[in-house]
T-cell receptor
Framework: DADVTQTPRNRITKTGKRIMLECSQT?????MYWYRQDPGLGLRLIYY???????NKGEISDGYSVSRQAQAKFSLSLESAIPNQTALYFC?????????????FGEGSRLTVL | TQLLEQSPQFLSIQEGENLTVYCNSS?????LQWYRQEPGEGPVLLVT?????EVKKLKRLTFQFGDARKDSSLHITAAQPGDTGLYLC????????????FGKGTSLLVTP
């Protein structure tokens, strides 16, 4: 089993619908992240969490919200999806030192908003 | 958000050639990491550099962190088809709680 699991892996939805992407990890890391990837734009940080009570906005948090239900679970929600939120979404955890720890990524969730 | 600019955006070379990919910023970073991503998968860490001027070697890959900790380079010697992928640099600073911000990536294609 993967250390970082994302569900769903693929989702097609319509404009205005609420969508939740879920992430769970078995690595025991406190730090978790949500990124989105668009062709030619690399990975952009949406939200990150250092522990259950510490959640921070990233570069592109508008239109998104998150919930850290437990150390192992970090969910990303789109309250009212729009077409420009069509992208590949990655969840990641980070262990090791605060400055040098490695990011471990899930396999990605491909979201299409029609 | 500290911007990281990577160049070139695309690179297509033949097996056996050498190449260098650059990652530049106007911001100072506490650390910089390089990741490699293959289609359909998440990025995987190649190296972390933390000291200005630091050079790290990983087989045919050589990574350098600039003296001022604002830039980095990745040099591949005698590229192989297995090196094909998207190379991403990511920087962290204390100002952002060491959250990693990524560059846009360099897409490398190595043909036999």
């Amino acid at each position: 089993d993967a250390d970082v699991t994302q569900t769903p892996r693929n989702r097609i939805t319509k404009t205005g619908k609420r969508i939740m992407l879920e992430c769970s990890q078995t690595k025991g890391h406190d730090r978790m992240y949500w990124y989105r990837q668009d062709p030619g734009l690399g990975l952009r940080l949406i939200y990150y969490s250092f522990d259950v009570k510490d959640i921070n906005k990233g570069e592109i948090s508008d239109g998104y919200s998150v919930s850290r239900q437990a150390q192992a679970k970090f969910s990303l929600s789109l309250e009212s999806a729009i077409p420009n939120q069509t992208a590949l979404y990655f969840c990641a955890t980070r262990g090791g030192g605060a400055n040098t720890g490695e990011l471990f990524f899930g396999e990605g969730s491909r979201l299409t908003v029609l | 958000t500290q911007l990281l600019e990577q160049s070139p955006q695309f690179l297509s070379i033949q097996e056996g050639e050498n190449l260098t990919v650059y990652c530049n910023s106007s911001s100072v970073f506490s650390s910089l990491q390089w990741y490699r991503q293959e289609p359909g998968e998440g990025p995987v860490l190649l190296v972390t550099v933390v000291t200005g001027g630091e050079v790290k070697k990983l087989k045919r890959l050589t990574f350098q962190f600039g003296d001022a900790r604002k830039d980095s380079s990745l040099h591949i010697t005698a590229a192989q088809p297995g090196d094909t992928g998207l190379y991403l640099c990511a920087g962290a600073s204390r100002d952002s709680g060491y959250a990693l911000n990524f560059g846009k990536g360099t897409s490398l294609l190595v043909t036999p």
